[in-house]
């Protein structure tokens, strides 16, 4: 009996499946190991990972191993990110729609949700909110779901990314009150002003590619990195933020640490006050915030 047939007749529980693969991850330098394993096993076997500790002891049926077995390949192999095998991830108790053609919603940008609502506590608000290079609506859709009377405009230079965050508003139940428009920063939305501008814009240096997670290759460039400092793109919602904020209206923009004293002295030079700083969970400064001036 050959070594492969072995491997097929051998019973493998949920258990020893997920002490295999976490290790295996780990071996190839997998940030977070038995997490990416618990999610693909319980995506083949068309449960949720609550499901995996219940069943530990279950066999593995040859088909779900097989199924399995191509997710673990890619994942480790190609370091094709989660979210992207699964077709989906969460972002603040939403499951929106992931394909290669956005972003990976990823937790720290909660954080950029958090200081918009905490800026505006009022849940029945009737706001006007632009979220600039929306990728798969994450902030656009978590602030809709948040603040139901708000009227969402949502931007992107992509179609494709575009078409996903429709797709997301649509079985969100959302897609009524969040406009989608495709242009760069403020160009589609010239005229018009907003109570809350908010974005999650790319920031990373383009020298810093080399020395980032191999799975960043598989997401879009464009939304990644914004020429040699990162911070073109950023300088721009800044410069801009006058024209398009109502009278006190917030600017809320998604950082990389170690930007944030260039990002305060380009509100301040834009004439925005208020100008605060937001951590996220891991300590580390996420968010720049600033408001527009009142009415005199």
């Known amino acids: 009996m050959s070594a492969g047939e072995r491997e097929r007749d051998r019973i493998w529980t949920v258990l020893q499946l997920l002490r295999w693969t976490t290790d295996h991850f780990a071996e190839r330098g997998i940030e977070s190991p038995r997490l990416d394993a618990e999610c693909l096993l319980a995506h083949a076997l068309g449960g949720d990972r609550l499901r995996l500790y219940l069943d ?34 969460e972002f603040w108790s939403l499951r929106l729609q992931v394909t290669p053609d956005v972003l990976v919603p990823r937790p720290e940008t909660e954080t950029l949700v958090a200081a918009a609502l905490e800026a505006f506590p ?9 979220d600039v290079g929306t990728g798969s609506g994450a902030v656009a859709l978590a602030l809709a779901s948040e603040r139901p009377k708000a009227r969402v405009t949502a931007s992107d230079l992509s179609d494709a990314a575009l078409a996903v965050a429709g797709h997301n508003a649509e079985q969100l139940g959302l897609a009524e009150r969040v406009r989608f428009v495709a242009g760069d920063v403020y160009a ?107 009415e005199d």
């Open 56 to 89: 530990y002891e279950k066999p593995v049926e040859a088909d779900e191993r097989a199924a399995f077995r191509a997710l673990v390949r890619r994942r480790a192999g190609e370091r094709i990110p989660v979210a992207q095998l699964l077709g989906q991830k």
């Open 122 to 130: 009022d849940a029945d608000a009737e706001l006007t909110i632009l």
């Open 188 to 294: 589609p939305v010239a005229g018009e002003r907003f109570d809350l501008v908010v974005s999650n814009p790319p920031y990373l240096a383009e020298s810093e590619a080399p020395g980032l997670a191999p799975e960043l290759e598989h997401e879009p460039a464009g939304a990644l990195f914004a020429d040699e400092d990162g911070l073109d793109v950023l300088l721009k919602l800044v410069a801009g933020a006058a024209e398009h904020l109502n009278p006190g209206g917030l600017l809320a923009l998604e950082i990389a640490p170690g930007q944030t004293q260039r990002l305060r002295e380009a509100c301040g030079g834009a004439g925005l006050r208020e100008i605060a700083v937001r951590r996220d969970l891991a300590g580390r400064e996420r968010v720049v915030s600033a408001r527009a001036r009142g």
